[in-house]
C-alpha cells in the first residue's frame, strides 16, 4: 500500500476471487480514505499489478504490470499509468518495448536481499518516471515520458541497477556487489567520494571471463593405446 500525495487515501492492490491460485494471476488497484471507510476500484488490468506510485499532483498512479492473458509460458511486465478518477483505464507506455521493466537479471547475489523494491520514481514536474530496466544482462536507469511513453536512458553499464532515490542508486557488478553511486545521466554511474572504500580496498575481485567450449571444426585427439 502507499499514500496519495495528500495522505488523504491509501492505494493498495487486491485480489477479490475466491481460490485465486487456481486462476491466472490477477490483481487490481484500489484506494480508501485514509480514516477508513468503504474501498473504490481505481483500475483493473488483465493480468497483475505491482510497485504503485501516486504522481506529485496526485492526479495520476503509474505501476508496473503483466499481461496474463491469453496464458503463456511468460508474461513480459510492462509500465502504466492510470488517473486516479476510479474506473480509469490505464495506458500501457511500454507495449513496443521489448525489455523487461522494474526487474533485473536473476541471481542471488543481491544485497540488502531483505529490502523491498524501489517504487517508480516521478520527475519533478510530473512529465516522467524513472524505473529500472533489464536489457542484455544488465539493469539500467530509463526515464519514461508519459504522455508519449518514450525510453530515455539514464544511465548505461553492464551492472545490475537494485535500487535508487533521487540521485544515488544501489548497483552490483560482477566485481563490486552492493555499492553506491552517484547517478549520472547518460554515463556510467560514479562513485560517491569514499563510497564503500575500507571495504572495496580489502577485497580483490576478478571480472569472470564469458565461457567458451571448442569449436566443432577442430577435432580432438584420439587417446593412445
Given at each position: 500500500p502507499v499514500w496519495s500525495t495528500d495522505g488523504s487515501r491509501i492505494y493498495f492492490t487486491s485480489t477479490r476471487v475466491r481460490e485465486p491460485y487456481y486462476q491466472l494471476e490477477r490483481s487490481e488497484l484500489y484506494a480508501v480514505a485514509a480514516d477508513g471507510g468503504d474501498i473504490t476500484k481505481v483500475a483493473?488490468?488483465?493480468?497483475g499489478i505491482g510497485r504503485i506510485s501516486p504522481s506529485p499532483d496526485g492526479k495520476w498512479i503509474a505501476f508496473g504490470g503483466s499481461i496474463t492473458t491469453p496464458?503463456?509460458?511468460?508474461?513480459?511486465?510492462?509500465?502504466?499509468?492510470?488517473?486516479?478518477?476510479p474506473g480509469s483505464t490505464p495506458r500501457n507506455l511500454t507495449a513496443s518495448y521489448d525489455y523487461d521493466v522494474l526487474s533485473g537479471p536473476g541471481g542471488d547475489q543481491r544485497a540488502p536481499r531483505g529490502s523491498s523494491p524501489s517504487q517508480p520514481l516521478w520527475t519533478k514536474d510530473g512529465r516522467a518516471v524513472i524505473i529500472n530496466s533489464a536489457e542484455r544482462g544488465s539493469a539500467n536507469l530509463v526515464s519514461i515520458d508519459i504522455d508519449s511513453g518514450r525510453v530515455t536512458p539514464i544511465t548505461t553499464g553492464h551492472h545490475d541497477v537494485q535500487a535508487w532515490t533521487n540521485n544515488v542508486i544501489l548497483i552490483s557488478t560482477p566485481t563490486i556487489i552492493g555499492d553506491l553511486s552517484r547517478i549520472t545521466h547518460g554515463r556510467p554511474p560514479g562513485r560517491p567520494p569514499d563510497g564503500h572504500?575500507?571495504?572495496?580496498?580489502?577485497?580483490?575481485?576478478?571480472?569472470?571471463?564469458?565461457?567458451?567450449?571448442?569449436?566443432?571444426?577442430?577435432?580432438?585427439?584420439?587417446?593412445?593405446?
Open positions: 483493473a488490468i488483465e493480468g496464458a503463456r509460458s511468460y508474461d513480459q511486465p510492462d509500465f502504466f499509468v492510470v488517473s486516479t478518477t572504500k575500507t571495504l572495496s580496498v580489502a577485497l580483490t575481485l576478478t571480472r569472470p571471463h564469458a565461457p567458451t567450449s571448442p569449436s566443432s571444426r577442430h577435432q580432438h585427439a584420439a587417446p593412445r593405446a
